[in-house]
């Protein structure tokens, strides 16, 4: 019996040097993430390459006068542009391919023949506030929520201009 008892007090014995033994560390697991100011433009995200829209003037016949349209974004409405909250969004509209090519304008739509229409950007729909090249549109302090940008061209009619399909390319930039 005492050697049960001996063995019961030395297994308790082990066990609880052997509890002793077991050292406990405590420390932190320290986590980040770093954010970086970003928009978007219709939806889409990049830096390079971005649609901003389609001006359409839509089919006139050649001896029209003018022609006003608005610049549309994706999914049929105007441009939009979503940021990042406390970024203030600036939108530049940059020089087209065929700029200076036609009076009556300070860009022009050309058919690939050598004719031009002449058209501007205005920042209205009443084309009353032009947008000369390299004019920037600077939206509110973004909240986090897309912003509307309307932005509005009109195009003007010239003798002789032959039928055909009209074309420009401009370039844009947004910073932020």
Not at 9 to 33: D, V
Not at 81 to 99: E, H, K, Q, W
Not at 101 to 128: C, E, I, K, M, W
Request: aromatic share 6%; with cysteine.
């Amino acid at each position: 019996m005492r050697s049960n008892l001996s063995r019961c007090i030395l297994a308790g014995l082990g066990l609880a040097l052997a509890f002793h033994a077991h050292a406990a560390t405590t420390g932190n697991i320290n986590s980040t993430l770093t954010l970086t100011a970003a928009c978007q433009v219709n939806g889409s995200s990049g830096t390079s390459g971005m649609n901003f829209g389609t001006l359409d003037f839509g089919t006139q016949d050649a001896l029209f006068t003018s022609a006003g349209a608005q610049v549309m974004g994706g999914g049929g409405g105007a441009m939009s542009v979503l940021c990042s909250a406390g970024t203030i969004p600036v939108i530049r509209v940059r020089a087209g391919v065929n700029d200076g090519q036609s009076t009556g304008g300070t860009r022009a739509l050309a058919d690939g023949a050598g004719n031009f229409v002449p058209y501007d950007f205005y920042t209205d729909a009443g084309h009353s506030q032009l947008l000369a090249i390299d004019g920037t549109i600077t939206l509110p302090t973004s909240s986090g929520v897309a912003q509307t940008v309307n932005l509005y061209g009109q195009a003007r009619g010239k003798a002789g201009l032959p039928a055909g399909v009209y074309t420009d390319t401009v370039s844009v930039e947004l910073s932020f």
